[in-house]
């Protein structure tokens, strides 16, 4: 059980890579195509018979169609043409991705969409050369800052990760101690497992306290159900015998870590066998905890059960004792953490291990080979110091362009929306007038939110960042405790902000992101996910629908969900629907719950959480529909325009170079290829109890459950991605 967080995420910012390097136009140049320069240089050689404006047209035109060419290419080599896409349309659209996508460091799946990390982290390189750009800024001793952390980490010897430096060290024996290490000298009767672990969220590890910030004022933390393990996260099946993955991966990263130190091989045994003794009987009681979460609903709960007496430690030990008003600090399950406390101590030496280990894990780049130091150096400075790489970022390539064609995509997405909520015919009157009030104040936001204010606080805090020469170690370990201390930077600064303040993650617009923020009722477009797979300029309006429209009406459907439906036009917490419709809601999200419960993932033998994953799924669903149908009416108002004007109508092809793909057909690839995906074993596991269905079946739930996809492809009713004429929708 995990406490509902109040906002929709279209995409989770865990995972990173990609293929396409920006332009300073800010649009994402397909690898291999003519950059601007090269474009001037081509201009510059023009004959002087040739018109200048014509030429500069003409070379515009050629490069926009290389730049198709080459994308075509692309989305060409992720498929699998050996497979009907009426059978299984995941297949068919991204078969051939895992075999063709880039070579980059990645600790976790590897996704089409989130690939863009990596063209972010390309830009981010660069941005780091931009001291003049700085001085103008007055943030040339910051940018110094992060030249300095980013060529520490270019030059440091990463592979392995040197465990048993002193500054490691210092730090485990500092707020915990590491007996497999300390041996006798380890003094058992001061420990606390949860003060360790309250410790280590100040350097962004998750132990036993797994915190996550809320999104509204005044930023408290909140927290979810620990994960146990390293990359494979551990459930009672998964490590049942030593011959399961989840063991033989965990028992390894383990092993690797005290070998450093010198113990004996029998003492690495004893040490791993102790971890794995802890972690059944604390899976144990998740596994109890799963079955009883009702007891453990902190929103009707929280006054029916005696308040876990260790949790002051933790705002003292975490948040310096900030004093966050009562009715919003939130406790993780009081029942869990009880339970919890009678295993530590019984396991307390096998605890103090794991833990230990949990910080070096943190610290470890777990690079797969030295050439991939240079991608996680790049990642490490882009999201330590984001709000520096963000103010140069917008300047340098976020274009006025780009923000004026979104806001047209927005607004087309918006009348689709609307039609959807007038037609709807299980809405009453008095919901419906609410549902169009809603839509009606939605704000859109593209780029980022203005804050200049907290954004030059938030640059200027780089200063307290301590650098020391010749210890990358140490400098390691403050960069991280930086990051957590920005990550909570408001909560830590809540009484010097307004109640008006928005969440960080609203203002820093170089991420791979769009969300629904419930609280000031608005969509959040940001500036770093305007890249392909999402979108490009040069692309055809059919191609863009399906993609950055797909998202951005994904999103406004989160408004009308089973959250959004507990917060008014005025981002109020209010449920504005009436008991009938609300009623009929439930029980057309039943749909989805049972359609997607009826999902296998055979490697790990486990189901789709229907319930869990609900209003992702709704979301999917309902967006698609309404970008089809904002991507229908665009191309006929741009015909009645040219006809009132007495033009002929000659559009831009709405199909891609060397593909036959009709563009409702493209339209649905698209959407599908923003999903290619490549698991490993343990990212099941790692993405099991996220909101939002894994990458293959949120493509298939979604087409199977649209009648305009099985048209567009011509499935026959019967068919697997056609089953049945009845389709789960909600929008």
């Known amino acids: 059980m995990t406490q509902k967080i109040l906002w929709a995420l279209t995409v989770s910012i865990l995972w990173t890579t990609c293929v396409a390097k920006p332009t300073v136009e800010g649009i994402a ?28 047209n003409l070379v515009s035109e050629n490069a926009d169609a290389d730049t198709l060419k080459s994308y075509a290419d692309r989305m060409k080599s992720f498929m699998n043409f050996s497979i009907s896409p009426c059978d299984d349309f995941y297949e068919y659209a991204c078969g051939n991705w895992k075999n063709v996508k880039q070579d980059r460091q990645s600790s976790h799946k590897r996704n089409n969409l989130l690939d863009i990390f990596y063209t972010l982290s390309d830009v981010t390189e660069k941005l780091l050369t931009k001291i003049s750009l700085a001085i103008d800024l007055d943030y040339e001793a910051e940018l110094q800052i992060a030249q300095q952390f980013y060529n520490a980490c270019l030059t440091a010897d ?57 999104p509204q004022y005044p930023f408290a933390p909140f927290f979810s159900l620990p ?21 033989k991966l965990n028992e390894e990263r383990m092993r690797g870590y005290l070998q450093t130190f010198g113990l004996t091989e029998e003492g690495i045994n004893e040490v791993i066998a102790g971890v794995f003794a802890f972690w059944h009987d604390a899976l ?48 993780f399950c009081d029942f869990y953490y009880e339970e919890l406390d009678k295993v530590c101590i019984e396991h307390a030496p096998a605890v103090a291990n794991y833990l230990a280990m949990k910080l070096l894990y943190t610290m470890d780049a777990k690079l797969k080979e030295v050439k991939f130091q240079r991608d996680y150096c790049k990642l490490t400075v882009q999201y330590s110091m984001p709000y520096l790489l963000d103010k140069l970022y917008f300047l340098e390539y976020f274009s006025e362009e780009i ?29 419906r007038r609410e549902a169009l009030e809603k839509e009606s104040t939605i704000e859109s936001r593209i780029g980022s939110f203005k804050d200049d204010e907290l954004v030059h606080r938030l640059i200027r ?106 917060y008014d036009s005025h981002g109020k917490r209010r449920y504005w ?66 006809i009132a004007a007495n033009e002929t109508f000659v559009p831009k092809s709405e199909q891609m170079p060397g593909m036959d793909h009709s563009p409702e057909q493209l339209f649905f690839l698209g959407f599908a290829q ?58």
């Open 577 to 642: 629907w009436s008991k009938k419709s609300g009623a009929v809601f439930k029980e057309r999200a039943q749909c989805y719950v049972d359609h997607y419960n009826n999902y296998l993932i055979p490697e790990i033998n486990r189901k789709i959480n229907g319930n869990q994953t609900k209003d992702e799924n709704i979301a999917d669903g309902g967006g698609l529909r309404e970008a089809l149908s904002a991507y229908r009416n665009f191309m006929k108002d741009q015909l009645a325009i040219a």
């Open 227 to 247: 994960e146990l393990g390293f990359e494979y996260i551990v459930h009672s099946d998964n490590i049942a015998t030593n011959e399961t993955r989840g063991f």
């Open 403 to 431: 923000h004026s064609e979104i806001k047209g995509i927005i607004n087309e997405l918006r009348k689709s929306l609307r039609v959807v909520l007038e037609n709807a015919q299980w809405l009453d009157d008095e919901t």
């Open 158 to 214: 990463l592979q392995p990760l040197p465990a048993a430096d002193p500054a490691y060290l210092a730090l485990i024996k500092s707020i915990g101690g590491f007996p497999a290490v300390e041996g006798t000298a380890w003094q058992a009767d001061k420990f606390s497992w949860f003060n360790m672990s309250a410790h280590l969220t100040n350097y962004g590890v998750r132990g036993l306290i797994n915190e996550d910030i809320q």
């Open 284 to 331: 144990d009681i998740s596994d109890r905890f799963e079955e009883d979460e009702d007891k453990c609903n902190l929103m009707t709960k929280i006054n029916e059960t005696v308040q876990f007496p260790q949790w002051s430690n933790y705002y003292e030990i975490a948040w310096n004792g900030q004093n966050f008003s009562k009715e919003k600090l939130s406790r």
């Open 29 to 56: 140049n397909v690898e291999g195509n003519a950059t601007v320069a090269e474009n001037e240089k081509v201009n510059g050689n023009a004959t002087v018979e040739t018109n200048a404006n014509e030429t500069e």
């Open 461 to 566: 805090e780089m200063k307290n960042l301590t650098f020391l020469d010749g210890t990358y170690a140490q400098n390691n370990i403050n960069l991280k405790r930086f990051k957590v201390y920005m990550n909570r930077f408001n909560g830590h600064h809540n009484l010097e902000l307004s109640n008006e303040t928005k969440p960080l993650e609203l203002i820093m617009g170089m991420q791979v992101n769009a969300f629904y923020y419930n609280i000031d009722n608005s969509i959040n477009v940001m500036a770093g996910l305007l890249h392909p797979p999402a979108f490009h300029q040069t692309w055809p309006n059919s191609l863009k629908f399906g993609t950055i429209g797909y998202l951005v009406g994904h999103e406004f459907t989160h408004g009308f969900d089973s959250v959004g439906s507990n």
């Open 674 to 731: 923003l999903w290619c995906a490549a698991y490993k074993e343990e990212h099941y596991w790692e993405e099991l109890t996220n909101e939002h269905t894994m990458d293959k079946y949120r493509v298939l739930g979604a087409v199977s459950n649209n009648e305009d996809f099985a048209t567009a492809y011509n499935c026959s009713l019967g068919s697997p991605m056609n089953l049945q004429a009845a389709k789960c929708r909600v929008w």
